[in-house]
């Protein structure tokens, strides 16, 4: 099971626009990213909730997840 620390928001883009957001992750090294994507979206009703929690809107926007892009000799 990964731990709550495991994965760390890189960047968080309108997708594509502000009422969805998409929300790309970094996944360390060693972790199943079919199995780190699938706990995502099992959270994320909870993520969504907590971010609702976070920003005054009248309706928290919708939560997609991605895996980081990992840029090379920039």
Same mark, same amino acid.
């Given at each position: 099971a990964? %731990?709550?620390s495991d994965v !760390?928001?890189?960047d968080v883009l +309108? %997708? +594509?626009d502000c009422s969805r957001l998409l929300v790309q992750v970094l996944i360390p090294d060693g972790e199943d990213l079919a199995e780190v994507m699938e706990e !995502?979206?099992?959270q994320t009703p909870l993520l969504r909730s907590e971010v609702a929690r976070s920003i005054t809107r009248k309706r928290a +926007?919708? !939560?997609v997840f991605a895996p %980081?892009?990992?840029e090379v000799g920039q």
């Open positions: 990964m %731990a709550d !760390l928001v890189d +309108p %997708a +594509p !995502l979206r099992r +926007p919708d !939560l %980081a892009e990992t």
